[in-house]
């Protein structure tokens, strides 16, 4: 596992040894430029130093005073009259001025000069220069290099400072219980980890509110499948206890009602489960009159069995991006709303047109329809419209679901429901896409 506190230490020791190492190098070529401007000039003063008198009215007189330096002499006549080392690998003639040899033995300095009667040649090693050069450079560098084991501890000790918010964080993280989705407190915090911190509040603000929904929607469902299965329950006790045929065929029906009523909730039920994130689970580029076509088709007999023309007044093409079964769910929802709440002898006219560049799916019936007052309420879950003297329901009591599914169907796929008076005076539902 990667460590950021190590790899802080790594890399800033590294560039530190990187700095030193280039100062290092700046260092010594700056001494060594310093080295050879000061030993060329000992050569020129010790060349002048020289008497200018024939050689052999000084022989053995004079010493350079360094051993690393090598004197040769020659007269006029080219013939050579003193070499103060006769082992050094330096060439048998003078040249005049400043020149650098590279022999066997490695690189010397020369300078040759005429001095009198005489042609005097001094010469130097040129590694006596690097290695005084060398020296300078660590003697300069040397506390950093003491230094650095002092400065890794230094940087390992405020790294580990600067990423104490980081385990603060944690820690509180850790100690929470599961359902504390409280935010985390993101004062005197380094601006570094502020935004962690609100990214982590925001996440959890997102949680909260997806376990009050699923916390609410589990309440809500226990509440409203009560009744039906104890319905049901009383209904099995009244098939129990029939003494006759006649008496046990009417608990059987009302039986199966309640049985029926109790699958269509849990139905509708697990359908809003499924839509309740916010995304959808396929993207298709779905043919919406096709769609529309064989929900009608689908639920054609159920109509015809509640006694409701059912069908489909003008369809024009139209495609839309999404999920095919949420939108068959959300139709659905809606053609069986209005054939459920539809009087028997009533029509259920369902129509799908472009206005400007958008598609629109129309289902209109002739029933009760909804008060203006109640038209927004009824997206609620578990909401159901009052029933009043224009509210009148058939076979088939509500649950207070569809609409809701309808809905957040809808939202998922970037859709708009309207709910609005028809030209028949019941219920008309647009959904613009």
Not at 246 to 268: K, M, P
Request: aromatic residues 6%.
């Amino acid at each position: 596992m990667r460590s950021i506190r190590r790899q802080l230490l790594f890399w800033l020791l590294a560039l530190v040894l990187l700095g030193v190492g280039i100062a290092g190098w700046l260092i010594y070529r700056q001494a060594l430029a310093e080295a050879n401007e000061l030993f060329d000039y000992q050569l020129e003063q010790i060349a002048a130093a020289l008497p200018s008198e024939p050689f052999s009215q000084v022989l053995g007189s004079r010493d350079t005073g360094d051993e690393g330096i090598v004197l040769q002499i020659w007269n006029r006549n080219g013939v050579l009259m003193y070499y103060s080392r006769p082992r050094a690998p330096l060439a048998p003639r003078a040249e005049i001025g400043f020149s650098t040899e590279h022999t066997e033995r490695g690189d010397w300095r020369v300078y040759g000069a005429i001095v009198g009667d005489n042609v005097v040649q001094l010469a130097q090693p040129v590694s006596v220069r690097n290695r005084l050069a060398a020296n300078v450079a660590l003697r300069t560098l040397w506390p950093l290099i003491v230094l650095l084991p002092f400065l890794g501890l230094a940087v390992w000790v405020i790294v580990g400072r600067g990423l104490r918010p980081l385990r603060r964080v944690t820690s509180a993280l850790d100690a929470r219980h599961p359902e504390a989705l409280d935010p985390l407190p993101d004062q005197r915090l380094p601006l570094e980890v502020q935004p962690l911190v609100r990214a982590l509040n925001g996440l959890l603000e997102r949680l909260a509110t997806a376990l009050d929904i699923q916390k609410a929607f589990v309440a809500d469902a226990a509440h409203e499948l009560r009744t039906p299965l104890a319905a049901v329950q009383i209904q099995s006790q009244l098939v129990a206890r029939a003494k006759d045929d006649t008496t046990r065929s009417e608990a059987l029906a009302d039986l199966q009602a309640g049985v029926t009523r109790a699958t269509r909730l849990a139905e509708q039920l697990l359908a809003l489960a499924r839509s309740e994130p916010d995304g959808i689970a396929a993207t298709n580029a779905i043919d919406l009159r096709a769609l529309l076509q064989d929900c009608v088709v689908a639920y054609a007999p159920l109509a015809q069995n509640r006694g409701v023309d059912l069908g489909i007044e003008a369809s024009e093409p139209a495609t839309v991006t999404g999920d095919t079964d949420a939108l068959r769910v959300m139709f659905n929802n809606l053609v069986d709303n209005a054939t459920k709440y539809t009087p028997r002898g009533g029509r259920v006219d369902v129509s799908l047109h472009v206005d400007e560049g958008h598609p629109v799916v129309r289902i209109a019936d002739s029933g009760p329809g909804i008060e203006p007052a109640e038209r927004e309420r009824v997206f609620d879950r578990f909401y159901r419209a009052g029933a009043g003297a224009n509210r009148v329901r058939t076979d088939v009591a509500g649950s207070g679901l569809g609409l809701a599914i309808v809905r957040r169907i809808a939202t998922q796929h970037h859709a708009a429901v309207k709910l609005d008076e028809s030209a028949a005076g019941g219920l008309q539902v647009d959904v613009r896409f």
